[in-house]
Protein backbone atom coordinates (compact mmCIF):
# COMPACT_ATOMS: atom_id res chain seq x y z
CA UNK A 1 0.00 0.00 0.00
CA UNK A 2 1.21 3.15 -0.99
CA UNK A 3 2.68 5.88 1.98
CA UNK A 4 3.47 9.59 1.51
CA UNK A 5 5.14 10.87 4.26
CA UNK A 6 6.60 14.23 4.80
CA UNK A 7 8.51 16.19 7.25
CA UNK A 8 9.91 19.47 7.35
CA UNK A 9 10.39 22.94 9.65
CA UNK A 10 7.07 23.54 11.51
CA UNK A 11 7.49 27.28 12.98
CA UNK A 12 8.92 30.19 10.64
CA UNK A 13 9.52 33.76 11.26
CA UNK A 14 7.80 36.31 8.75
CA UNK A 15 10.38 36.42 5.33
CA UNK A 16 11.73 33.20 6.00
CA UNK A 17 11.71 30.01 3.32
CA UNK A 18 9.26 27.07 4.10
CA UNK A 19 10.38 24.03 3.29
CA UNK A 20 8.89 20.83 3.10
CA UNK A 21 9.97 17.43 1.80
CA UNK A 22 7.54 13.96 0.84
CA UNK A 23 8.62 10.78 0.36
CA UNK A 24 6.69 7.64 -1.54
CA UNK A 25 7.28 4.72 0.32
CA UNK A 26 5.17 1.62 -1.42
CA UNK A 27 5.65 3.31 -4.80
CA UNK A 28 7.27 6.09 -6.67
CA UNK A 29 6.12 9.33 -8.31
CA UNK A 30 7.13 7.78 -12.14
CA UNK A 31 3.82 7.90 -14.31
CA UNK A 32 2.22 10.51 -11.34
CA UNK A 33 2.18 14.12 -10.51
CA UNK A 34 4.07 14.89 -6.92
CA UNK A 35 1.29 17.52 -5.67
CA UNK A 36 0.98 20.15 -2.76
CA UNK A 37 -1.89 21.49 -1.05
CA UNK A 38 -2.48 23.64 2.00
CA UNK A 39 -5.41 24.44 4.67
CA UNK A 40 -5.32 27.45 6.77
CA UNK A 41 -6.83 27.05 10.10
CA UNK A 42 -10.41 26.57 9.58
CA UNK A 43 -10.31 27.07 5.67
CA UNK A 44 -10.42 24.49 2.72
CA UNK A 45 -8.17 23.11 0.50
CA UNK A 46 -5.61 25.71 -1.50
CA UNK A 47 -3.62 24.08 -4.05
CA UNK A 48 -0.04 25.02 -4.41
CA UNK A 49 1.18 23.24 -7.28
CA UNK A 50 2.82 20.21 -8.99
CA UNK A 51 5.55 18.37 -10.64
CA UNK A 52 5.76 15.42 -12.62
CA UNK A 53 8.85 12.84 -13.31
CA UNK A 54 9.93 14.66 -16.28
CA UNK A 55 10.13 17.72 -13.90
CA UNK A 56 7.34 19.70 -15.63
CA UNK A 57 5.68 21.66 -12.95
CA UNK A 58 2.63 23.74 -12.76
CA UNK A 59 1.68 26.26 -10.19
CA UNK A 60 -1.32 28.40 -8.98
CA UNK A 61 -1.01 31.80 -10.06
CA UNK A 62 -1.79 33.30 -6.93
CA UNK A 63 1.35 31.81 -5.60
CA UNK A 64 3.80 31.57 -8.40
CA UNK A 65 6.16 34.11 -7.93
CA UNK A 66 7.13 32.33 -4.30
CA UNK A 67 7.21 28.76 -5.27
CA UNK A 68 9.31 26.21 -6.35
CA UNK A 69 8.32 22.49 -6.45
CA UNK A 70 10.95 19.95 -7.09
CA UNK A 71 11.49 16.00 -7.49
CA UNK A 72 14.33 13.31 -6.43
CA UNK A 73 12.76 10.39 -8.78
CA UNK A 74 15.68 8.28 -7.11
CA UNK A 75 14.70 8.86 -3.84
CA UNK A 76 11.03 9.33 -4.72
CA UNK A 77 10.63 12.55 -3.04
CA UNK A 78 8.82 15.68 -3.73
CA UNK A 79 9.76 18.98 -2.44
CA UNK A 80 8.41 22.15 -1.64
CA UNK A 81 9.65 25.56 -1.07
CA UNK A 82 7.50 28.70 -0.40
CA UNK A 83 9.67 31.64 0.27
CA UNK A 84 9.35 34.93 1.57
CA UNK A 85 6.32 33.63 4.15
CA UNK A 86 3.87 35.72 5.78
CA UNK A 87 1.56 35.30 9.17
CA UNK A 88 -1.43 34.65 5.60
CA UNK A 89 0.97 31.60 4.98
CA UNK A 90 0.24 29.56 8.06
CA UNK A 91 -1.61 26.40 7.41
CA UNK A 92 -2.00 22.68 7.03
CA UNK A 93 0.64 21.81 4.23
CA UNK A 94 -0.47 18.25 2.72
CA UNK A 95 1.88 16.05 -0.13
CA UNK A 96 -0.38 14.20 -2.11
CA UNK A 97 -0.05 11.93 -5.69
CA UNK A 98 -2.43 12.06 -8.56
CA UNK A 99 -2.12 10.07 -11.65
CA UNK A 100 -0.24 11.52 -14.55
CA UNK A 101 -3.24 10.42 -17.24
CA UNK A 102 -5.52 13.72 -16.60
CA UNK A 103 -4.40 16.82 -15.30
CA UNK A 104 -7.84 16.19 -13.47
CA UNK A 105 -7.33 13.03 -12.20
CA UNK A 106 -8.09 12.13 -8.57
CA UNK A 107 -5.70 12.93 -5.80
CA UNK A 108 -5.17 9.24 -4.69
CA UNK A 109 -2.93 9.38 -1.80
CA UNK A 110 -1.89 12.05 0.67
CA UNK A 111 0.60 12.67 3.10
CA UNK A 112 -0.21 13.41 6.51
CA UNK A 113 0.29 16.71 6.57
CA UNK A 114 2.32 18.96 7.97
CA UNK A 115 1.30 22.24 10.67
CA UNK A 116 3.31 25.28 9.67
CA UNK A 117 2.73 28.42 11.90
CA UNK A 118 4.16 31.31 10.63
CA UNK A 119 4.79 34.33 14.00
CA UNK A 120 7.46 36.79 14.70
CA UNK B 1 -13.54 33.03 -2.84
CA UNK B 2 -13.90 29.17 -4.31
CA UNK B 3 -14.08 28.26 -8.31
CA UNK B 4 -16.30 25.84 -7.61
CA UNK B 5 -19.53 26.62 -5.02
CA UNK B 6 -20.78 23.89 -2.81
CA UNK B 7 -22.91 24.57 0.31
CA UNK B 8 -21.28 25.16 3.41
CA UNK B 9 -22.91 22.90 5.62
CA UNK B 10 -25.70 19.94 5.11
CA UNK B 11 -27.49 17.91 7.60
CA UNK B 12 -29.33 14.57 7.92
CA UNK B 13 -30.67 12.03 9.97
CA UNK B 14 -28.31 8.30 9.95
CA UNK B 15 -29.79 6.01 7.21
CA UNK B 16 -31.23 8.69 5.53
CA UNK B 17 -29.44 10.02 1.77
CA UNK B 18 -27.70 13.01 0.81
CA UNK B 19 -26.40 14.50 -1.73
CA UNK B 20 -24.00 17.24 -2.21
CA UNK B 21 -23.57 19.83 -5.16
CA UNK B 22 -20.61 21.26 -6.67
CA UNK B 23 -21.14 24.23 -9.25
CA UNK B 24 -18.33 25.75 -11.53
CA UNK B 25 -18.17 26.46 -15.36
CA UNK B 26 -17.00 25.29 -18.74
CA UNK B 27 -13.36 26.17 -18.08
CA UNK B 28 -13.31 23.68 -14.95
CA UNK B 29 -15.75 20.85 -14.00
CA UNK B 30 -17.40 21.40 -18.03
CA UNK B 31 -14.51 19.71 -19.31
CA UNK B 32 -12.65 17.89 -16.91
CA UNK B 33 -12.87 15.29 -14.21
CA UNK B 34 -14.48 15.78 -10.94
CA UNK B 35 -12.98 14.32 -7.91
CA UNK B 36 -14.92 14.63 -4.22
CA UNK B 37 -12.78 14.09 -1.12
CA UNK B 38 -13.86 13.33 2.50
CA UNK B 39 -11.86 15.15 5.66
CA UNK B 40 -13.02 13.80 9.32
CA UNK B 41 -11.46 15.99 11.64
CA UNK B 42 -8.38 16.15 12.08
CA UNK B 43 -7.35 13.70 9.18
CA UNK B 44 -5.69 14.43 5.95
CA UNK B 45 -8.26 14.21 3.02
CA UNK B 46 -9.21 10.81 1.63
CA UNK B 47 -10.55 10.31 -2.30
CA UNK B 48 -13.91 9.03 -2.56
CA UNK B 49 -14.80 9.75 -6.49
CA UNK B 50 -12.49 10.16 -9.21
CA UNK B 51 -13.25 10.18 -12.81
CA UNK B 52 -16.64 11.82 -11.87
CA UNK B 53 -18.21 8.56 -10.77
CA UNK B 54 -15.62 6.30 -10.02
CA UNK B 55 -14.26 4.68 -6.44
CA UNK B 56 -11.21 4.01 -5.54
CA UNK B 57 -10.66 0.20 -4.29
CA UNK B 58 -12.08 0.22 -0.47
CA UNK B 59 -14.73 2.67 -0.83
CA UNK B 60 -18.28 1.47 -0.18
CA UNK B 61 -20.70 1.78 -2.91
CA UNK B 62 -22.92 3.87 -0.22
CA UNK B 63 -20.84 6.71 -2.50
CA UNK B 64 -21.61 7.58 -5.79
CA UNK B 65 -20.65 10.22 -8.22
CA UNK B 66 -22.20 12.14 -11.24
CA UNK B 67 -21.76 15.04 -13.27
CA UNK B 68 -23.80 16.53 -15.50
CA UNK B 69 -22.65 20.09 -17.60
CA UNK B 70 -20.94 22.50 -15.60
CA UNK B 71 -22.55 20.67 -11.96
CA UNK B 72 -21.22 17.28 -10.41
CA UNK B 73 -23.11 15.50 -7.44
CA UNK B 74 -21.75 13.30 -4.86
CA UNK B 75 -24.27 11.27 -2.97
CA UNK B 76 -23.86 9.42 0.22
CA UNK B 77 -26.92 6.47 0.51
CA UNK B 78 -27.52 4.73 4.18
CA UNK B 79 -25.93 7.61 6.25
CA UNK B 80 -23.53 6.41 9.04
CA UNK B 81 -22.29 8.62 11.81
CA UNK B 82 -18.77 8.21 10.79
CA UNK B 83 -19.74 10.06 7.43
CA UNK B 84 -19.51 13.33 9.81
CA UNK B 85 -17.09 14.95 7.89
CA UNK B 86 -15.99 18.02 5.29
CA UNK B 87 -16.49 17.58 1.58
CA UNK B 88 -14.55 18.76 -1.14
CA UNK B 89 -14.90 18.73 -4.78
CA UNK B 90 -11.87 19.10 -7.06
CA UNK B 91 -10.97 19.12 -10.56
CA UNK B 92 -9.02 21.17 -13.06
CA UNK B 93 -9.49 24.81 -14.54
CA UNK B 94 -8.11 25.72 -17.67
CA UNK B 95 -8.74 29.72 -17.44
CA UNK B 96 -6.12 31.99 -16.56
CA UNK B 97 -6.32 30.62 -13.08
CA UNK B 98 -5.43 27.31 -14.67
CA UNK B 99 -4.43 24.75 -11.56
CA UNK B 100 -6.28 22.20 -9.57
CA UNK B 101 -9.18 23.99 -8.10
CA UNK B 102 -11.44 23.17 -5.07
CA UNK B 103 -14.86 23.77 -3.90
CA UNK B 104 -15.17 25.31 -0.60
CA UNK B 105 -16.38 22.15 1.44
CA UNK B 106 -19.70 20.83 2.62
CA UNK B 107 -19.60 19.89 6.11
CA UNK B 108 -22.26 17.30 7.37
CA UNK B 109 -23.59 16.53 9.98
CA UNK B 110 -25.22 13.39 10.90
CA UNK B 111 -28.16 13.97 13.62
Known amino acids: QVQLQQWGARLLKPSETLSLTCAVY????????GNWIRQPPGKGLEWIGEINDSGSTNYNPSLKSRVTISMDTSKSQVSLKLSSVTAADTAVYYC??????????????WGQGTRVTVSS | QSVLTQPPSMSAAPGQKVTISCSGS????????VSWYQQLPGTAPKLLIYDNNKRPLGIPDRFSGSKSGTSATLGITGLQTGDEADYYC????????????FGGGTKLTVL
Open chain 2, 90 to 101: GTWDTSLSAGRV
Open chain 1, 26 to 33: GGSFSGYY
Open chain 2, 26 to 33: SSNIGNNY
Open chain 1, 96 to 109: ARASAYSTSSGLNS
